[in-house]
C-alpha cells in the first residue's frame, strides 16, 4: 500500500524558517517524481514545487521561487521541503503528493494526509 | 500561465441527484486535465485522469468528459460520500501545474 506521510509542520514567526519532510512507503520512490501542494485556509490547492525522480529537475511555483527548496534522499524514501523567509501567506496544510506520468497525463496519484504549517507573529 | 476556471463555485444537491461540473481552460490543454475529490482533513483523492478515465478504484458513478478548454465532471447519483470539494487541475503544460479553484459539492 502506497502511503505518504508528512512531518515537520508548526507554528513559525514570519521570516523564520521550517523544514517538512515526507516518508514514503508501498513503492520505489526513486521511480516516482514527487511534488509538493498546499492548501491556505479557506482557499483550494496550490501546486507549490515538483522534482523528478532523480533529483535532476526542480520546479517551483512563483510564490515560492527564492524562498523554498525541495529536494529528496531516495536511499531514505524521503522528500524534504526546506521553507525559509517564512511570510503569513503561506499559512497552509502541505501535502506531499506522487507524481504519475503513466496514465497519457502527469497527475497526483496519491497524497499524503497533509502536515500544518503556520505563520505568525 | 494556464488558468483554470471552474462552475459553479458551489452547489447544492440531494442524493441520487445527477450532478455537473464545469472546468474552462485559457487555453487549449489538449485531454491533459485531471479531476481531485478533497474532503476537509483527508488527502485529495485522484478521481479521473486525462480527461474521461477512471481512476483504479473509483465508483463508476463518476465519470469525465471535454477535450482542448472545456471539460465537466459528472456525478450520475450523488451519494452521501460524494459531498465534498472538486478540483479540476491541468498538466498540459510544464510547471505550474495549475488546480482549478473548486466547486463545493454540498447537501441540500
Known amino acids: 500500500e502506497v502511503q505518504l506521510v508528512e512531518s515537520g509542520g508548526g507554528l513559525v514567526q514570519p521570516g523564520g524558517s521550517l523544514r517538512l519532510s515526507c516518508a514514503a512507503s508501498?513503492?520505489?520512490?526513486?521511480?516516482?517524481?514527487m511534488n509538493w501542494v498546499r492548501q491556505a485556509p479557506g482557499k483550494g490547492l496550490e501546486w507549490v514545487s515538483y522534482i523528478s525522480n532523480r533529483g535532476s529537475t526542480i520546479h517551483y511555483a512563483d510564490s515560492v521561487k527564492g524562498r523554498f527548496t525541495i529536494s529528496r534522499d531516495n536511499a531514505k524514501n524521503s522528500l524534504y521541503l526546506q521553507m525559509n523567509g517564512l511570510r503569513a501567506e503561506d499559512t497552509a496544510v502541505y501535502y506531499c503528493?506522487?507524481?504519475?506520468?503513466?496514465?497519457?497525463?502527469?497527475?497526483?496519484?496519491?497524497w499524503g494526509q497533509g502536515a500544518l504549517v503556520t505563520v505568525s507573529s | 500561465d494556464i488558468q483554470m476556471t471552474q462552475s459553479p463555485s458551489s452547489l447544492s444537491a440531494s442524493v441520487g441527484d445527477r450532478v455537473t461540473i464545469t472546468c474552462r481552460a485559457s487555453q487549449s490543454i489538449s485531454s491533459y486535465l485531471n479531476w481531485y475529490q478533497h474532503k476537509p482533513g483527508k488527502a485529495p483523492k485522484l478521481l479521473i485522469y486525462a480527461a474521461s478515465s477512471l481512476q483504479s478504484g473509483v465508483p463508476s458513478r463518476f465519470s469525465g468528459s471535454g477535450s482542448g478548454t472545456d471539460f465537466t465532471l459528472t456525478i450520475s447519483s450523488l451519494q452521501p460520500e460524494d459531498f465534498a470539494i472538486y478540483y479540476c487541475q491541468q498538466s498540459y503544460s510544464t510547471p505550474p501545474f495549475t488546480f482549478g479553484p473548486g466547486t463545493k459539492v454540498d447537501i441540500k
Open positions: 508501498g513503492f520505489t520512490f526513486s521511480y516516482y517524481e
Open positions: 503528493a506522487r507524481g504519475s506520468t503513466a496514465m497519457a497525463t502527469y497527475c497526483f496519484d496519491y
